[in-house]
C-alpha cells in the first residue's frame, strides 16, 4: 500500500469516526463561454456582489470573509466591489442581490446602476468593517443581514 493510499484510508477512518459524510465531486463543472451576442453579466448572472470602503484593513477582509463563508458557497464567492471617494473602483456586475457596507458605499451603488436592476436586486446594507468589528450591535446587524440575504437567495434560486 504506497503512502497516499494509507492517508485515504486513514482520513477515511477518522471521517466515519467522527460521522462526517464526505462528498466527492463526480464530474468538473462545464466551461460556460458567452456567446459574442451575449453580455458578460447578464442579468442575475452573478448570485451576490459585496460592495466595500477603500483601504479596508486586513483583520476586516478576514472578519468579512469569514462571514461570507460561513453562509455558504454562494456568498463566498461573491464578487467584492471597493469604493473610493464616492465612486466604484471597477464595473459592477448586475446580481440579484448586493451587500453594502455603509452609507457611502450605498449611495455610490446607487449612482453606479440602473434603475432597472436596483428594483430587481435584493440590496442589503451593514455597517463598515472597521466597526463591525469594534461594535456588538454592529456585528448583530451584519447577521441578519446576511441572514436576510441568504434567505433572498434562496427564493430566488427556487
Known amino acids: 500500500m504506497s503512502m497516499l493510499q494509507a492517508g485515504a484510508t486513514h482520513r477515511a477512518r477518522v471521517l466515519r469516526a467522527l460521522g462526517v459524510t464526505p462528498w466527492v465531486r463526480r464530474a468538473p463543472p462545464p466551461a460556460v463561454v458567452p456567446a459574442r451576442d451575449e453580455p458578460v453579466a447578464a442579468a442575475g448572472s452573478v448570485a451576490c456582489v459585496v460592495v466595500l470602503p477603500q483601504g479596508c484593513g486586513t483583520r476586516e477582509l478576514d472578519l468579512v ?93 427556487k
Open 65 to 157: 470573509g469569514r462571514a461570507l463563508g460561513a453562509c455558504g458557497a454562494a456568498l463566498a464567492r461573491a464578487a467584492r466591489v471597493t469604493v473610493s471617494g464616492g465612486r466604484l473602483a471597477g464595473e459592477v456586475p448586475v446580481a440579484r442581490a448586493y451587500l453594502v457596507f455603509g452609507e457611502t458605499q450605498a449611495h455610490a451603488l446607487g449612482r453606479a446602476l440602473p434603475a432597472a436592476v436596483m428594483r430587481d436586486a435584493q440590496i442589503v446594507l451593514a455597517d463598515e468593517p472597521a466597526l463591525v468589528l469594534a461594535r456588538a450591535e454592529a456585528k448583530r446587524r451584519l447577521w441578519n443581514a446576511l441572514r436576510s440575504l441568504r434567505r433572498a437567495l434562496a427564493a430566488a434560486g
